[in-house]
């Protein structure tokens, strides 16, 4: 497993941006997957966009266009950039890893982080 440690979360206003970051340690951080997902108040936890090892990228259709995954495995360090941030993107978003792939189901990612706020104002 790896330990993983986001940041970057914040208040912003509707059309906004914000960058995540996850700074991960311990096992070979290239060798990893890496996803992130999202839980609002009253909500489950659902999935937002995942990365492979490869550099390949999975998406949920609700960020699609608004939202690029990527990573830099000389830092080791997994990032979200969201654009266009609305209301309804308000949650606590969490970073996930996995040895699998960039699957969209929760119960491939073995590794989590501790969550960052994220507060969209209208």
């Known amino acids: 497993q790896v330990q993983l440690v986001e940041s970057g979360g914040g208040l912003v206003q509707a059309g906004g941006s914000l960058r995540l970051s996850c700074a991960a340690s311990?096992?070979?951080?290239?060798?990893?997957?890496m996803g992130w997902f999202r839980q609002a108040p009253g909500k489950e936890r659902e999935f937002v966009a995942a990365?492979?090892?490869?550099?390949?990228?999975n998406y949920a259709n609700s960020v699609k266009g608004r939202f690029t995954i990527s990573r830099d495995n000389a830092k080791n360090t997994a990032y979200l950039q969201m654009n266009s941030l609305k209301p309804e993107d308000t949650a606590v978003y969490y970073c996930?890893?996995?040895?699998?792939?960039?699957?969209?189901?929760?119960?491939?990612?073995?590794?989590w982080g501790q969550g960052t706020q994220v507060t969209v104002s209208s």
């Open positions: 990365i492979s090892w490869s550099g390949g990228t």
């Open positions: 311990g096992r070979t951080f290239s060798r990893y997957a």
């Open positions: 996930a890893a996995t040895p699998t792939g960039a699957y969209s189901q929760i119960e491939y990612y073995n590794s």
